[in-house]
């Protein structure tokens, strides 16, 4: 018998994340993000006879999003240079995202302030030198740890991955096809929980996330996370990564990094506006 062989078929390979060349923003120049047609545009002063929005303060007593008790935080060093990482211990076998629509009291909730299409706000930064960096995520992004030494290996499984920074960070949402999704986080130390969603952001919204340095009795953490800004391509999109544009430090930057080792669930947002719990 005479055996005939068939090609063997190639996959293209993954993408996780994908940037390109910084642009330099100086707010020494340019203290103005202003949201122009969808945007950013960073400016010396906003628009003539635009009204710059206050920046959003968290209300520690705000609670939304799925709550989840927290056994124990380790804290270690792996970089000085870079930050330092807790690992979050939760009673519980998975980890569920509580699926929002981004408004402006969704964000602020969590520290973050909404800019809409002909709107602006005041960058507050320690740092006046920053980045705007164009990024593409893919839909698999959320699939890689840094943290448990897998590498470039792709995991089964997406861990929760949050931050806050000594700079402010900027998130646009230019996918001329999808939404942009960020996932936050709200921790509160001494009472031990966290509560975490995901929020929706409309193309052409974007959201300020001001400085959030390490400070001393802190009664209430903000935390935040683009990894899984592609979530809006698991809906059937047919598309399998999302654009977005980021204003953040790349130079002597430093992190504090909150992660958890659970399985994360991220429901699809309900196409009514309605969240998912």
């Not at 002063?45 to 999003?65: C, F, N, R, S, Y």
């Not at 330092?84 to 519980?92: G, I, K, M, Y």
């Not at 006046?128 to 164009?134: A, F, H």
Request: hydrophobic share 35%.
């Amino acid at each position: 018998m005479k055996w005939q062989t068939m090609a063997q078929p190639f996959f293209d390979p993954v993408l996780f994340i994908k940037e390109d060349s910084p642009t330099a923003v100086d707010l020494l120049q340019t203290p103005y993000f202003c949201n122009i047609d969808g945007y950013p545009h960073y400016r010396a002063t906003p628009p003539e006879g635009q009204k710059p929005l206050e920046a959003a303060a968290m209300d520690p007593k705000v609670e939304i999003g799925n709550e989840y008790h927290v056994l124990s935080a380790t804290t270690t060093h792996p970089d000085p240079k870079y930050g330092n990482q807790t690992r979050l211990e939760f009673q519980a076998s998975e980890v569920k995202y509580q699926a929002l629509p981004a408004t402006r009291q969704a964000a602020e909730a969590f520290g973050m302030t909404l800019i809409e299409p002909g709107q602006s706000i005041y960058i507050t930064s320690p740092q006046p030198r920053l980045s705007l960096v164009d990024l593409e995520f893919g839909m698999f992004a959320g699939h890689r740890s840094p943290y448990e030494g897998t590498g470039n290996r792709l995991l089964g499984k997406v861990c929760t991955d949050l931050e806050h920074h000594d700079f402010p960070h900027i998130f646009t949402s230019i996918d001329p096809h999808l939404p942009l999704v960020i996932s936050v986080g709200k921790y509160w130390p001494q009472t031990q929980k966290i509560r975490l969603a995901d929020l929706w952001l409309p193309r052409g919204h974007a959201l300020y996330v001001p400085p959030r340095p390490k400070l001393l009795g802190q009664t209430c953490l903000a935390l935040h996370g683009n990894r899984n800004s592609a979530l809006a391509c698991w809906q059937g999109t047919g598309r399998s990564s999302v654009r977005t544009q980021t204003l953040l430090q790349t130079e002597d930057s430093y992190f504090y990094w909150f992660w958890n080792e659970l399985p994360s669930i991220h429901p699809p947002l309900d196409p009514t506006g309605a969240s998912h719990a």
